[in-house]
């Protein structure tokens, strides 16, 4: 699998803390949390695994990459981390917080699109809205960046990378907990839109509702170039 790349945007607003607790124990609403993102099951097209998480963002940091993988190709990959203060922050309007980074390559003609920024945010904020959840504060960026190949590389079309940065606020349960499972249901629809898959019609992430309903999807196209 393709390890998501680049560095995150520090969209936990200014969290200035370790990624784990020195001395004391894990909370168990975090333990929870992590739970539900460890058992929940993608469609066969997404490979995923844990990976080591930022630091210094939260007390508490739990992180996942995944690939969209079609034959030899990856369509898209990204990186999902979920931080947890017990003490609440501010600026997250609760104690848990999930931060993403997605990317993937475009044809050029989709690339040209003026209103893709807007698109792409809004296939984040329906994949979540389209499995019910609950959330607040959203905030990221989308990032259309070009590139032409010149010398030893002038064979390679131009070429056009998408990138969606961004972090919301899970609303939790009354146990404090929230659907880990479900949020990431949605952020592998996200991986799944943004590669060009269709929704899936089966087998949505365990843990989670239906989704997909109503969602446009790019058509397919090939995968991330490799210089």
Excluded: K
């Amino acid at each position: 699998m393709a390890a998501a790349q680049g560095q995150f945007s520090d969209h936990s607003n200014g969290a200035d803390t370790t990624d784990s607790a020195e001395g004391g124990s894990v909370p168990s609403a975090f333990q929870l949390a992590v739970e539900g993102l460890r058992t929940a099951r993608p469609r066969p097209e997404i490979e995923i695994e844990s990976t080591r998480p930022p630091q210094r963002l939260a007390p508490y940091a739990y992180a996942l990459e995944a690939a969209v993988v079609e034959g030899e190709d990856d369509l898209a990959d990204g990186r999902l981390v979920l931080l947890h203060d017990p003490e609440g922050h501010d600026s997250w309007q609760g104690t848990f917080r999930l931060v993403t980074l997605v990317r993937a390559e475009l044809e050029p003609e989709m690339a040209a699109d003026p209103l893709l920024p807007e698109v792409c945010w809004s296939w984040l904020t329906g994949a979540l809205e389209a499995r019910g959840l609950a959330y607040g504060e959203p905030s990221g960026t989308v990032t259309r960046a070009g590139s032409h190949y010149f010398g030893g590389l002038s064979e390679r079309l131009p070429a056009t990378q998408i990138e969606i940065r961004a972090s919301w606020t899970p609303r939790e349960d009354r146990g404090g907990v929230p659907d880990t499972a479900a949020h990431l249901a949605a952020w592998c629809d996200l991986l799944c839109q943004i590669a060009g898959l269709p929704p899936a019609t089966t087998g949505p992430v365990q843990g989670s509702g239906d989704a997909g309903a109503g969602v446009v999807s790019l058509p397919q196209r090939r995968g991330p170039q490799v210089s």
